[in-house]
């Protein structure tokens, strides 16, 4: 079945960088070209942060981290990534790989980012 599978978050300072893969299995990026990062603080709802399109490159950002994150996907090894640099605490939260553009279908179980001096 379709599986998502978030790496990469962790502890990191104020105006640090982090970068998260997502490892998808049970799919492939033709299938569903269409990928999404969105992050979760807890008690509060999901807020979206990027999309990619795998097909034609079309990326989009949340006006929050536009110049600071970059999305991207790896075809060959059917890989999801979001580099995230100068990260402030607002950046805080539960980051999860999705599928869909806008209207998401799976996601993954989620990658804590912590960003505290």
């Known amino acids: 079945e379709v599986q998502l599978v978030e790496s990469g978050g962790g502890l990191v300072q104020p105006g640090g960088s982090l970068r998260l893969s997502c490892a998808a299995s049970?799919?492939?990026?033709?299938?569903?070209?269409?990928m999404s990062w969105v992050r979760q603080v807890r008690g509060k709802g999901p807020e979206w942060v990027s999309s990619?399109?795998?097909?034609?490159?079309?990326?989009k950002y949340v006006d929050s981290v536009k110049g600071r994150f970059t999305i991207s996907i790896d075809n060959a090894k059917n890989q999801l990534y979001l580099q995230m640099t100068s990260l402030t605490p607002a950046d805080a939260a539960v980051y999860y790989c999705?599928?869909?553009?806008?209207?998401?279908?799976?996601w993954g179980q989620g990658t804590q980012v912590t960003v505290s001096s």
């Open positions: 990619i399109n795998s097909g034609d490159g079309r990326t």
């Open positions: 049970g799919f492939t990026f033709a299938e569903r070209p269409d």
């Open positions: 999705v599928t869909g553009w806008g209207s998401y279908g799976f």
